[in-house]
């Protein structure tokens, strides 16, 4: 574990740089505190994001979605520390990780799940979690 978030700290600069090259107001600060927390799935997720160059809120909510789903963080931790943007995007990406259906039944969830997203951002985070399981796949 030592030795996976030291590789994870190396690659972390350089993507700090690509984040301000398109963001210069991203609080980078607070990126580096969620970085602490996270861990290679979700860091996997946050690199295909900064491909797509997300806000800050999206990055962290990236950084802290497994800390958040295995309840390793309290939400009013979360809500102090990164803010009420970040809590609401990682409680929408939540609701839709709650939703069980069949192949057959693929286009109707596609609508409840636009209509469920207050947030493009949600949205972005579930698109850069099914491009990573597809890499995964091959």
Do not use: C, H
Not at 4 to 33: C, F, G, H, T
């Amino acid at each position: 574990m030592a030795e996976q978030n030291q590789n994870l700290k190396i690659e972390l600069e350089p993507l700090v740089s690509r984040i301000k090259e398109y963001n210069p107001y991203a609080d980078i600060e607070k990126i580096r505190k969620a970085f602490l927390l996270t861990d290679q799935y979700s860091w996997t997720i946050t690199k295909i994001l900064v491909g797509f160059q997300a806000d800050t809120a999206t990055i962290i909510s990236s950084l802290l979605y497994n800390p958040y789903n295995l309840k390793k963080m309290p939400e009013s931790q979360i809500e102090k520390d990164y803010g009420k943007d970040v809590l609401d995007i990682l409680r929408g990406v939540a609701r839709i990780n709650n939703i069980k259906f069949k192949s057959s039944e693929a286009e109707n969830v596609r609508k409840v799940i636009f209509a469920m997203s207050k947030d493009v951002r949600i949205i972005l985070i579930k698109l850069a979690e099914r491009v990573e399981k597809m890499r995964e796949l091959k």
